[in-house]
């Protein structure tokens, strides 16, 4: 694995992918949204069905607002979009798919065994990783999980690693953590809760079982939770979900990452302030190195962060992920 080359992905390296994949529809078959990986102002009609974002209020501070009064629709809306999304665009960007000529391939087989680390909720690099045998879920969420496999096909094993991890700060849909189970012991009449020594994880795709075959999801026991409560919401304080054991597993993943990389690339990120808490750490681990970011607004967005981590050699390069993709990776060292 080459960690001298690390990258963190954003909304922006997804934006691409419909358009990449070929799908002409429009909208989506099931819900009939748009079928395009949203930005955060995407979110409003998606999510609250209104085009209008109240006076003096954030996206943000509106899931916060709506999971305050118990009311999860908008956060169901927007996970079961993204894996939606998952479900009918990227199999056409995969290996054996219709597109596969694609930026995101090119851009994976170029930087074959760089760390992927992500904020994003989709699974578009796990899903192409996977078709090439390049990754499994097994080891490349960059921590062991457990999964299930179909039966062996043509009497070859399913026994192929990752060649680099892609790691979701903010939680994966389809993993969660199980922290305690249910025992009896001699002379109990009924089961007594145990923790256990280290948190477990499972791997459950959820509705995306298919794009993940030949791994399947572990069985549902207890505690199972489902995908919306798997990641951290998108609400302007995210300290409380940074505190969920698969996701501060992943950060000190990631950052042991950051510290030994030469380089790190930022495609599409644009560190939201209302993602300080997550970003923050990371960046504090980064002490006299390039960060080189691709974003369409990459100048106006080092412009805000330079005084806040002078510390880092910050550079910019005003492309989109698939202009950057197309000039050759202007700007970084391969």
């Given at each position: 694995?080459?960690?001298?080359l ?7 390296f997804?934006?691409d ?12 078959p ?94 578009i ?19 062991p999980?457990q ?9 070859l ?25 249910f ?10 809760m ?27 026991g ?24 698969f ?27 209302d ?60």
């Amino acid at each position: 694995m080459d960690q001298s080359l690390v990258f963190i992905l954003g909304a922006g390296f997804s934006i691409d992918a419909v358009s990449e994949s070929g799908y002409s529809a429009g909208t989506l078959p099931a819900s009939g949204l748009p079928a395009r990986y949203p930005l955060v102002a995407d979110l409003l009609n998606i999510c609250f069905k209104t085009d209008i974002l109240p006076p003096g209020k954030s996206i943000e501070e509106l899931f916060q607002d709506s999971i305050d009064k118990r009311n999860m629709e908008p956060l169901d809306a927007l996970y079961s979009y993204i894996m939606e999304l998952d479900y009918y665009i990227t199999p056409s960007l995969r290996q054996g798919g219709r597109n596969y000529n694609n930026i995101y391939t090119t851009f994976l087989h170029d930087f074959p065994e760089s760390p992927l680390i992500t904020f994003n909720y989709d699974s578009i690099p796990e899903i192409l990783l996977l078709a090439e045998q390049l990754w499994s879920p097994d080891d490349g969420y960059g921590l062991p999980v457990q999964t299930q496999k179909t039966p062996v096909r043509n009497g070859l094993p399913y026994n192929w690693t990752s060649l680099r991890p892609v790691l979701h700060l903010h939680g994966s849909l389809c993993v969660y953590s199980k922290t305690f189970y249910f025992e009896k012991q001699p002379g109990q009449d009924y089961p007594i809760m145990q923790n256990h020594n280290e948190p477990i994880f499972l791997f459950d795709p959820d509705r995306l079982g298919h794009c993940f075959l030949p791994f399947e999801r572990v069985p549902p026991g207890v505690p199972y939770t489902y995908p919306i409560e798997r990641v951290i919401a998108p609400i302007p304080d995210k300290t409380e979900g940074l505190k969920e054991e698969f996701i501060k597993a992943v950060y000190k993943k990631a950052m042991e990452f950051l510290v030994s990389a030469n380089q790190i690339i930022v495609i599409g990120y644009s560190f939201n302030p209302d993602d300080h808490t997550s970003y923050t750490q990371l960046l504090d681990k980064i002490v006299n190195k390039p960060v080189f970011l691709i974003a369409p607004d990459a100048r106006f967005i080092i412009d805000r962060l330079a005084n806040h981590y002078p510390n880092i050699q910050w550079k910019a390069n005003n492309m989109s992920f698939k202009e950057w993709v197309k000039h050759g990776y202007q700007g970084i060292r391969k």
